[in-house]
Structures are given as C-alpha cells and as structure tokens.
C-alpha cells in the first residue's frame, strides 16, 4: 500500500496541472472542431435529411380526370376539410409525369383512377380498382406511412359503401322507397360527418422517439455524447508524449500507480470538463437557452447531468490509452469502437429499430448507460436511475489503469 505524503501528492497534481494547460493550447481548438462539425452535422440532418420528413407534408400524385367527377370534389375537400390536409398534398399529374416524379423521389406515390372507377364505386360494382403505385422492398417513413392510409381509405369507402347499400337493401324490403333518395343523402353526410371527425374519438400523445424524447432533444443527447466518447481521438496529444519511465520514477519518490493514475486522470477529467462546458454554455447564449430543443433547459443542470458523464467517457478514455500504447492502434480503437457502441446504443438509429437481443446489449454497454442517464436528466425524459452504473462503470476503468501502470512498473523494474 502506498504511504501517504500529501505534498508529494499535491506537487505531483500541480505538475500535471501545468502540463495539461500547455497542452489545451492544441487540444482545445481541435475539441471546439470536433463539437462544431458535429453541430454542422446535426443541423443539415434536421434541415435537409432524413429527419427534415417529420417537419413536411407527403406528396402523392393523382393520374386521371376529376374535373367532370365528383372525384375532384372528394378530393378538394379531404384537402380543405380533412385532418389529413396537414401530412398529405394530391397532386393532379399525367401518368409520364407521376412516373418522372415519382423515380426523382419528388412523390412517395401516385394514383392511376381509371374512368370507369366512379361509375363502379356509384352502383356497388366496385370492379374497376384504383391503380396504386410505391416503391417495393426498403422504404423510408412516407412510404410506409402512404400504405398504412391507401390500406385506411379503402376499408373506410368499403365500409360507407356496405351501410348505404345495406339500408337501401332493408328499405326496399318493407316497401318505404318512397323517402330513400332522401335518407341515403342523410346516410351519406353523417358518414362524412363521421369520417371528417373521426380526430375527436382519440386523444393524441406524443411520445417521442426514444427514452421519453421527442426527436430534436433525443439526438441532441446522442449528438453531444458522441462529442464526449470521441473527445478521447482529439486529446491524444496528452497522452501520447508522456515518459514511460515517469511511473518508475515516481515510485522511487514515494507515489504509487494508484497515485499515479489519480492525480493523472484528474488532470484530463478537468481538462475535458472544461471542453464540454465552453461549447454548451456558448450554445446556451446563440441558440437563447436551447430554444431548438422547443423545450426550456437550464445550463446550469445541464452541466451538472455532464459531469458524471464525462467522469465515464474520460475514464474509458484513459483506459484505452494506458493499456494500449501503440498509437495508431489506440486511435483506431477508440474510433471504430466509439461509433460500434454507439450505434448499437442508438445514437444513430433509436435502439428500437434493433432486435431486443442486440438492443439490451447497447443498453448495458457505456454509451447505453450515459444516454440513459443524460435522457433522464433532460425534461421530458424518463427516469432511468443509471448514475451508480455510470460510477462502477468509471471505477472499473481506473481500476484497470491501476493494475496496468502497477504491471509496467513492476516489469520495468525486473
């Protein structure tokens, strides 16, 4: 066991101290980089990529004539009167034209509505269907969404069409034709009464996309835990210059390797606390308060609900770069092993859209946990009480720094 000398200890923390703070002259510019590329990233995601769909209306074409129909008037009034008018646009097309639309990705579908469709629909034939076309195999989110209501819509004329033919059917049976104009026009507007209202029979709760979040704050979370679990590639200028023969040394003068590792890794704990807190507090002051998030979130709990995080991710990181001393290798390591995890954690795609299997196992992994945690601590998220499995986490990953700088040591003295 290591004899305690506080002074030795204290001069030994100040060392390291002064050590870090030459280096964050090179470390922190490239930090700032990495949290603004990300940002860059997260932005043109949300604007201009696959999460810019949840903010837009689906385009379905409509091949065919609705002028001389009541077709057209059907149409005009599911998109002046029906809830549906705020997520689908029909757009009258010719068929060359759906077709081009159509392969550019301008359309997530169309509709071919022969001539003769009408006419079946008005006297009960139904034997001249509609003609539509999406895509087949992988489909993004319209293009599942665009079969769910193609699949709604036909049981809702299927269904309108069965209850006004049943009525006519039971009228003429006990002989009272004499009103049945009149009562099928009552039948048919209360099933469009019906069908217009049909918003008010639920009652809408969003749920989020993931852990309690709606889909801006979710990524939000993964996009700045990213930032923390790659910090470890853009600090290695702090490891890699460090003298191996150092740890001998200082046993000599009477600190141990758990010494050592602590006043070491506390060093680049604060470094790296200080390269998160900068760019989140210069984001609270542009974006006024995380307004983006469309939520209020203080700066100060933020920062707090880091610290622990950090103590995670700068722990691994410290790890990796004490057991592992070839430098390209480490580097790889890190990267590749970072995106592996987080992607198994839903940082890219939510764990949901996984197997239960693989998505237990990202639950349990160390970008797992800080989501879970990072998530809970942000409003609307879902109390996952994962803070002792962030520490046994930070405290195995020092533990292993321990016994390996003990191990270099004890080797290099043989």
């Known amino acids: 066991m290591d004899k305690i000398k506080p002074m030795r200890y204290l001069k030994f923390l100040s060392v390291q ?15 700032m980089l990495l949290f603004a590329s990300l940002g ?49 646009d029909f757009i009258p097309m010719e068929e ?42 992988q489909k993004n989110v319209g293009g599942y969404l665009m079969d769910e209501l193609a699949q709604v819509v036909s049981r809702l004329v299927t269904s309108s069409q069965c209850s006004i033919y049943s009525m006519q059917e039971v009228a003429y049976e006990l002989g009272k034709t004499s ?21 008010g029979l ?11 979040l709606l889909v801006r704050t979710y990524y939000f979370c993964a996009i ?3 930032f923390c679990f790659l910090f470890g590639v853009g600090s290695a200028g702090f490891f890699l210059h460090r003298n191996d023969d150092l740890g001998k040394w200082m046993m000599m003068r009477g600190i141990g390797p758990t010494g050592q590792v602590l006043c070491e890794y506390l060093t680049y704990f604060l470094l790296m606390l200080l390269c998160v807190c900068i760019p989140l507090s210069v984001m609270n002051v542009v974006t006024k308060g995380f307004r983006f998030l469309n939520m209020k979130v203080w700066l100060d709990e933020l920062l707090w609900t880091m610290v622990p995080i950090v103590l995670l991710a700068s722990s691994m990181h410290y790890m990796i770069y004490e057991v ?34 693989i998505a237990k196992i990202g639950e349990v992994l160390p970008t797992g946990v800080a989501l879970e945690y ?11 009480g994962s803070f002792w499995h962030l520490m046994l986490y930070s405290v195995a990953f020092l533990t292993i720094s321990v016994l390996t700088r003990r191990w270099m040591i004890m080797r290099e003295s043989k």
């Open 17 to 31: 101290l002064k050590r870090a703070m030459k280096l964050a002259v090179g470390i922190f510019p490239t930090a």
């Open 40 to 88: 860059v990233a997260a932005f043109f995601l949300f604007r201009f990529g696959i999460l810019s769909n949840s903010q837009t209306r689906y385009q379905i074409g409509i091949v065919g004539s609705l002028d001389e129909t009541y077709l057209g008037f059907g149409i005009y009034a599911v998109q002046t009167l029906d809830s549906s008018r705020f997520m689908v």
């Open 96 to 137: 060359e034209e759906a077709q081009e639309a159509f392969r550019k990705g301008e359309i997530v579908a169309y509709v071919i509505v022969p001539p003769e469709f009408l006419d079946s629909i008005v006297y009960g034939k139904n034997d001249v269907p509609l003609i539509y076309v999406a895509s087949e195999g």
């Open 179 to 199: 009103q049945l104009g009149e009562w099928t026009d009552d039948l048919n507007l209360q099933l469009i009464n019906y069908v217009l209202g049909r918003t």
């Open 202 to 212: 639920v009652e809408l709760e969003e749920l989020g996309l993931s852990k309690g």
């Open 224 to 226: 700045l835990l990213l």
């Open 324 to 357: 592992v001393k070839n430098p390209v290798a480490n580097l790889l390591l890190q990267f590749i092993g970072v995106l592996g995890m987080g992607y198994v954690s839903g940082y890219i795609y939510p764990a949901s859209f996984f197997p239960a299997g």
């Open 374 to 384: 990072l998530s809970a601590g942000l409003p609307g998220g879902e109390n996952a």
